[in-house]
């Protein structure tokens, strides 16, 4: 949830949205899935500026030795 907000002497209404993250271990490194704005919902973020739209994005970690 982010509330009402003024920008550019706009007023930016206030939204929400759902994010989620998933991890998980494989052998040695870990795998993270997340996506924001799962809905896909279009609003402003700044006035004038809409938001992206959903995002997706794929993350792999381990350590090399």
Not at 28 to 40: A, C, I, K, S, W
Request: no cysteine.
């Amino acid at each position: 949830f982010v509330g009402e907000q003024i920008d550019r002497q706009q007023i930016i209404e206030s939204r929400n949205t759902v994010d989620v993250s998933a991890y998980a271990r494989i052998g040695e490194f870990t795998g993270t899935v997340r996506v924001q704005n799962l809905g896909d919902t279009s609003y402003p973020i700044r006035a004038g500026v809409m938001s992206p739209g959903r995002v997706v994005s794929l993350q792999l970690t381990g350590n090399w030795d």
